[in-house]
């Protein structure tokens, strides 16, 4: 009897620590990887609220066998899902984009671009859809994340702004409305000064203006608007500005259009805010707008375009 029990633990022992090699096996860095550092990492916001986070590896090359086919890439990816699973995958052979597949391809995941896909088991399901590259956050304040496969884009605001996926500018009038995504400042930004609480950034899009990419495109330069050229952080921008007035009221509003994308893709800012003079002695404070075109700048140089 105690022979019997004894074969038992043992075979229960082998089959775990099998089980644990193979595991190491399926989630092991690539020999030589283990003390390397990534060549590149990232994020990706997905849809249905997912997320990746990866980190890319270079590797050597190993020669075909058969001289029409390309030699097999060398690099790996480690990746962490938000489902809650990390894996190691090698790099394979693509026409297009970069991939990366495990041995008997149940998993596999595509990056092309700004952009990326997971598709997984024998009838190759895409599990993570629509992932575009979230910027990194150099400031620390730009906590919330949006990101939108539909319209194409990620982007980083701080806590306590509010976003509207709903928007679209509606001020050149009846049939020119630019579609958009809207980010309000939080209240307390304006409370106690001129500031008005309705200011906001926005991304928009022109899917029809193909030939040139401009920001008078997005605004009536009728109001004294100066269109003029712009770089910042690799990107190059067209920017127009104008003033308008109203009861007190000042609207300036600023444009960064991106030449080149498709659809023309912009950021606007638009600072409402009220003459200080029209308020009693010691109502209210000028608002900082140095500080307030700051936060703007910083939301802007996190826009990532999927493409």
């Not at 952009?115 to 993570?128: I, M, N, R, S, W």
Request: net charge negative.
């Amino acid at each position: 009897m105690k022979t019997s029990t004894a074969i038992i633990v043992i075979v229960v022992l082998l089959a775990l620590l099998g089980l644990g090699w193979w595991y190491i096996g399926q989630n092991a860095a690539p020999a030589g990887q283990q003390n390397q550092q990534p060549i590149a990492t990232a994020s990706f916001a997905c849809d249905a609220g997912k997320s990746i986070s990866a980190s890319f590896y270079e590797g050597s090359s190993t020669p075909s066998n058969d001289p029409n086919q390309p030699p097999t890439p060398g690099g790996s990816v480690a990746l962490t899902l938000s489902d809650g699973r990390s894996m190691t995958i090698p790099q394979t052979i693509s026409a297009s984009g970069v991939r990366y597949a495990n041995a008997d391809e149940s998993f596999i995941f595509w990056g092309k671009g700004n952009t990326a896909f997971v598709q997984e088991g024998a009838d190759q399901t895409q599990t993570y859809t629509g992932c575009i590259i979230v910027a990194p956050d150099p400031t620390g304040v730009l906590s919330q994340i949006y990101a939108t496969s539909t319209a194409g884009f990620s982007i980083r605001f701080p806590q306590g702004y509010t976003l509207d996926p709903n928007y679209s500018y509606q001020a050149l009038g009846p049939g020119k409305s630019i579609p958009g995504v809207k980010i309000t400042i939080p209240a307390s930004v304006a409370t106690g000064t001129n500031l008005a609480s309705d200011t906001y950034a926005s991304v928009e899009w022109l899917p029809k203006a193909t030939a040139s990419c401009t920001a008078d495109l997005f605004l009536d330069m009728g109001n004294g608007g100066k269109v003029t050229t712009f770089s910042d952080n690799g990107v190059d921008y067209s920017v127009a500005t104008t003033t308008d007035a109203a009861a007190g009221n000042r609207y300036d509003e600023a444009v960064f259009a991106i030449p080149g994308t498709n659809p023309c893709t912009a950021i606007r800012y638009m600072i409402h805010y009220g003459v200080i003079e029209n308020y009693p002695a010691g109502a209210v404070t000028e608002f900082d707008r140095t500080s307030l075109v700051n936060t703007f700048d910083a939301i802007r140089r996190t826009l990532v375009l999927g493409r």
